[in-house]
């Protein structure tokens, strides 16, 4: 090496993804064991029953050996399209663990900081926020924000939507959630949640979360019902309860609870929402509160009455628990004894009939079969009305039983949950060959433990440990959530009967641990009662509380080996001419968006760490072999001057931005608790902004900077300029000192852990139940939910914390005590964010169609990535495209040490053909994007062509929109530095897809397979390709390949080819439209039409189910019966 400039932080160990060392490389190197654990504070104990404590947990926890009994998973079922069927053994959950964890929540999470952002970090102040996105009367008491309540409020939460509710105005379609696997909305026939059975759509680049409306079903309130007047719905909702609801929060309650406050309403779980009545609310109905909970199997409502009701036992309340449902029932409902409700229908006055515990209902249209339960033994009567051909059936409680009270603080309880979605057989959406299903077990499951429900104060806990048995280090995740009983709403004891029931995904089951606990423990029952959702099978887990064990990555500054030797030439050419890469002169102001400028930032940052690596690996070259010591012999770095040069630009630039000289500063938003740009009207003659602080126009204007200071996007623009800062203070510990409160308040913005910090919300994006982040805001509510397109600038944004929090303890480690503990704790929630992050896009982010973790979303879907995910719908596009490149492309930026973690080789193997014919056919290269369709070539075994390619690219490809976050130096490092693998066969393999059928499958069905069935369309192929696709690719045998197309995709176009069944195919694509012409336009036009176009088109226009909807075609005249004579299929055309 010509030049051997040295800087202080020379010290680099390769092997693994660990911390750096500051000693000298001539000193003693930190060993892996010391460098990977998490602080002194971590320790470890070899006893038969040994403690572990870490100080910055939010619960305190022990290991000991034995405890409960881990049950074994069952072998994988591939589709359930019931809560009935068995569930994958992809769990990490080991039948012979020895090890169960204790929990004890005595300890909470400190704070990074307390400081005040504006008084004591000296964020310019804004608290002027435009009323139509400020908080509003749906927040309840905190509608005054943080400034005037102390309570910072949630931008992100997965609820968010429900919160985006204007003032003066009744929830619309927009107000709904995904609880997964229900939908649950607010815009139901009377005031409460309708809750909806979804099922998925799925075409070539998109997977949708599909319901009917009038199939769900609303438990709520209504005045008493008189059948002699009651003629509609409008009659149902005549007032006594408003239909806008407000968060459920208490004097005394915190926003988010913890560390001494008590829990409030807006949890990482859950919201609980309150409907009240208008006017008096002394003696009778008071209000009905609901908590809408990830993975809840029942819906839940509580109806809060006064001391006369309680007297009476709610008799004569003028507000009544109430179910409606928009279909007919099929047959008398049954109470919990078998006895029949007989209903009023305008003419027969139908029987109050007393109810123990359950009713269970079944409607015609659906085939779905509810179950409602009681706390209380209570009287109900029931109706069945007919209005303009649209039904309407009522439960009413009406009284309670006569020896029946209720609790002190006078609450009765209704709950609903699904039974069956294929009762008789007849929903073409859900039943597979027209056959009923039996969920009797899932129905004495329902049934055994409805009196448990998960409440209010759900919340989220952690652990971090270091286990010299276990090899490495892990945290450990808790889902408290809150289980209660519904009788008298208590926390459920030691050894009660019955169990909590929530859904589970296939990442949790990969992570769920034995736990040891004093209540309401884990227990998975092999596997049973699943059903499916967007994220994958959703399975049902008894235990009020689950034990997450996720491993964590550790962060680096540094590639986990060296570069090759042939390419560090490459590196050095490359830094001589990027160590003068400066950021334009605005941004160097602080002017512009807080996006691209951090881009940049972190783009030099890289630059000058990658300077560091090389050159500390040629200092070190003789401890790596010959090859090493002969290529730095050929690399010239640039000189100490230059680096130092670059150093300070950095340093400068990054500095602008939160030391409160930025032209387009940052300012604290005084209404949600958040640090966000005040804004640029940029111009574009002056490269300056028109306005200045307090004219802030990015709180107005939802789509400049990106919706910055509208909540979206926060983490990518937070994290690029945390990892400028922390790069900084990597080679500057004084600079890191003197601005460590200041970067702590964007670390703060988007990775609080704590309420204590009552300036920011805690965990602004993430979303826990599902492991990843929502990126976007409180600009509006969307009909899919909440959504996050870049699902690696999430990671990238905490791994940004995690190295921080890293550097940070380094510097402080032999002075200041307190903030080496913070910093640590700091660095560990990085990594639990990050890592979460990395499983939930490896899961839901990154597509495999063949493979252990295919199968998450319908073979229709054929793509193998999602651009946009959103809570209830994956999109194959992006919000600035829709290129097939740029959704590959997003996905897979910036390119730091922990893109190896997040890019698994089971994926890119898969991925990169289609990736490199999208680059191919879209000339993505001048756009900047091929650098990263290269950076996959690399990472299945090409690195040297990629370094070619990028050494062949003009510069301005790197000031491109696509390509201006990377460098070229960082580029061929990050080729350079991928693992040996077994390379991929370019130009022979191609996208796996199904292949030709063979010209002997039969599939056991010679007298219904035939040829003609084996080539019916089956989504994008023929039933015959994709039965041999799965044979030849997946391994499949004739049988199974056909009992999964035939038996679980395609069940009416290749039923023919089931082996289990060999029935020729009912409906056939070229007689769909013999039995559901389109529709005329008098039945486009007629009130029996509600079916949606899009998702249910094809409708039921004569028989039982007339009016009725179904995805696919009806089954006419069927024995059993589908109760539909006759049906017609809508399109577009129905205008």
């Given amino acids: 090496m010509k030049d051997s400039s040295t800087v202080d932080k020379s010290c680099i160990q390769y092997g693994s993804m660990n911390d750096y060392s500051t000693s000298d490389c001539d000193e003693e190197i930190r060993s892996e064991e010391t460098m990977s654990r998490p602080s002194h504070s971590y320790r470890n104990y070899k006893s038969v029953s040994f403690f572990l404590f870490a100080i910055f947990s939010t619960s305190l926890f022990y290991l000991k050996r034995g405890g409960i009994e881990s049950l ?165 909702d005549r007032g006594g309860v408003q239909r ?87 047959s008398k409902p049954l109470t919990d004894k078998g006895e029949e409700i007989h209903c009023s229908n305008g003419e027969n006055m139908g029987n109050e009939t007393l109810v123990d515990k359950s009713v269970e209902l079944h409607f015609w249209e659906s085939d779905y079969s509810w179950l409602v339960f009681y706390s209380h033994p209570v009287y109900v009567r029931c109706f069945q009305l007919i209005e303009e051909e649209s039904p309407i059936f009522i439960l009413q409680a009406t009284r309670l039983a006569k020896n029946s009270t209720l609790p002190g603080d006078n609450v009765f309880t209704s709950r609903v949950a699904l039974m069956n979605n294929c009762t008789t057989g007849t929903n073409p959406s859900h039943c597979l060959q027209g056959e009923a299903r039996d969920q009797s077990n899932w129905s004495s499951l329902l049934k055994d433990n409805a009196h448990i429900y998960p409440g209010k104060h759900t919340k989220i806990d952690y652990t971090f440990f270091s286990e010299e048995e276990d090899g490495g280090e892990h945290a450990y995740l808790q889902f408290d959530w809150d289980a209660r009983r519904v009788d008298n709403l208590s926390q459920v004891k030691d050894n009660e009967k019955g169990d909590l029931l929530m859904y589970s995904l296939p990442h949790h089951r990969e992570m769920l641990h034995p736990q040891a606990s004093s209540d309401n423990s884990f227990v998975f029952e092999q596997g049973r009662h699943c059903t499916p959702s967007l994220n994958g099978l959703s399975c049902v887990v008894k235990g009020g509380h689950w034990a997450l064990k996720e491993v964590l990555n550790t962060p680096s500054f540094f590639a986990a080996r060296p570069p090759l030797p042939t390419a560090l030439p490459n590196i050095a050419n490359a830094l001589r001419s990027d160590i003068s890469y400066r950021l ?115 709180f107005s204007d939802p789509g400049l900077d990106f919706g910055n200071a509208f909540y979206n996007d926060k983490h990518f623009h937070a994290g690029y300029h945390i990892y400028a800062a ?87 480690k032999d002075g200041d005590s307190a903030k080496e503990q913070i910093a640590r704790h700091m660095r560990d929630v990085g990594r639990l964010l990050m890592s979460t992050e990395l499983r939930s896009a490896d899961r839901y982010w990154h597509v495999r169609q063949v493979g252990p973790k295919s199968g998450i979303y319908p073979p229709q879907y054929s793509p193998f990535v999602v651009g946009i995910m959103w809570n209830m719908m994956g999109q194959f596009q992006t919000w600035f495209g829709g290129a097939e490149h740029l959704a590959y492309g997003i996905q897979l930026l910036p ?89 991929l066969k370019l130009h022979t393999i191609p996208v796996p897809s199904p292949t030709s059928a063979s010209s002997v499958l039969d599939c056991d069905c010679p007298h219904t397979c035939t040829g003609e069935v ?5 989504g994008e192929y023929t039933c ?39 029935i020729a195919p009912q409906v056939s694509p070229k007689d769909i439209s013999d039995v559901c012409p389109p529709c005329t336009l008098k039945e486009c ?22 009016g009725g909807c179904s995805m696919v075609p009806w089954k006419l005249k069927t024995e059993g019966g589908s109760n539909c004579e006759s049906c017609c299929q809508l399109t577009f055309n129905c205008a």
């Avoid at 899919?784 to 905490?798: H, L, M, P, V, W």
């Avoid at 899009?1094 to 226009?1101: D, E, H, I, S, V």
Wanted: charged share 20%.
């Fill in 244 to 330: 806008r609801y407000s968060v459920d929060i208490k004097i005394g309650e915190h926003a988010e609870g913890g560390m001494g406050k008590v829990q409030g309403p807006l949890t990482p779980l859950g919201l609980t929402l309150k409907w009240e009545k208008d006017g008096d609310k002394q003696n009778g109905f008071e209000k009905m509160t609901s908590s809408i909970v990830r993975g809840m199997v029942y819906g839940t409502m509580h109806y809060h009455f006064g001391y006369e009701s309680k007297k009476r036992g709610f008799h004569g309340s003028e507000i009544l628990p109430t179910i409606v449902s928009q279909v007919d029932i099929s």
């Fill in 1014 to 1018: 084996l080539g019916y369309p089956a």
């Fill in 584 to 698: 334009p002169d605005y941004f160097q102001r602080g002017a512009g968006d807080t996006y691209f400028s951090g881009k940049m930032l972190a783009k030099l940052a890289r630059i000058l760490l990658i300077y560091t690596e090389i050159q500390t690996l040629c200092m070190n070259s003789s401890s790596l072999g010959d090859e090493y010591i002969q290529a730095c012999n050929k690399v010239e770095l640039p000189s100490s001057e230059e680096f130092n040069t670059a150093l300070d630009h950095l340093r400068n630039s990054t500095q602008v931005w939160i030391d409160g000289n930025a032209e387009t500063p940052f300012v604290f938003d005084g209404t949600f608790g958040g640090v966000v740009s005040c804004g640029c009207l940029f111009n574009s003659d002056k490269n300056a902004c028109d306005n200045q602080y307090p004219d802030c126009p990015s």
């Fill in 72 to 236: 074994p998973m069952a072998d994988l079922q591939e589709e359930v399209l019931n809560p009935e069927n068995s569930e994958p053994s992809s769990s990490s959950i080991n039948p012979s663990e020895q090890w169960t964890l204790v929990r004890d929540d005595s300890i909470a999470p400190p704070p990074f900081s307390t400081m005040h952002p504006v008084l004591d970090v000296h964020f310019l102040p804004f608290n002027e926020r435009p009323k139509y996105c400020s908080p509003g009367d749906v927040y309840d008491t905190l509608k005054g924000g943080q400034k005037q309540t102390g309570h910072a409020l949630p931008t992100n939460k997965w609820y968010q939507d429900m919160l985006l509710l204007p003032d003066g105005q009744d929830p619309i379609d927009e107000q709904r959630v995904y609880t997964v696997p229900y939908l649950v909305n607010t815009i139901g026939p009377i005031p409460g949640i309708k809750i909806h059975v979804t099922s998925l759509l799925a075409m070539d680049r998109i997977i949708q979360t599909t319901f009917v409306d009038t199939h769900g079903i609303t438990i709520g309130a209504a005045m008493p019902i008189d059948a002699s007047t009651i003629n509609s719905m409008q009659d149902l």
């Fill in 726 to 812: 922390a790069t900084i203070s990597y080679f500057d510990s004084d600079w890191g000192k003197k601005y460590m409160e200041n970067v702590m308040a964007l670390i703060r913005d988007i990775a609080n852990p704590s309420p204590s910090d009552v300036y920011f919300p805690t965990y602004r994006m993430k979303d826990w139940y599902l492991g990843n982040s929502w990126a976007s805001g409180i600009a509006r509510a969307f009909l899919n939910g909440r959504n996050q397109e870049s699902s690696s600038e999430a990671i990238a944004a905490y791994e940004s914390v995690a190295l921080y929090g890293q550097v940070l303890a380094e510097i402080f």
């Fill in 1024 to 1062: 015959g390709e994709r039965i041999s696709w799965l044979m030849k690719n997946v391994g499949k045998s004739e049988r199974d390949a056909c009992a999964k197309v035939a038996g679980v995709e395609f069940t009416d176009i290749c039923a023919g080819c089931d082996p289990n069944r060999c």
């Fill in 895 to 983: 390119l730091t040490p922990i893109s190896e973690q997040r890019d698994s080789l089971d994926w890119t193997y898969q991925m990169y053909p289609a990736f490199a014919k999208a680059c191919a056919t879209e000339n993505c290269d001048d756009q900047g994007w091929g650098i990263l369709e290269k950076a996959i070539l690399a990472t299945v075994g090409h690195p040297q062509e990629a370094i070619e390619y990028v050494e062949g690219l003009p510069a301005d490809v790197f000031t491109s929109a696509g390509g201006n976050g990377h460098s070229k130096t960082n580029s061929i490092w990050y080729y350079s530095t991928r693992p040996p693998v077994d390379p």
């Fill in 1085 to 1106: 036009h007629s009130s029996m039409n509600r079916c949606p176009v899009l998702n249910a088109p094809f409708m039921c226009t004569g028989g039982a189910n007339k």
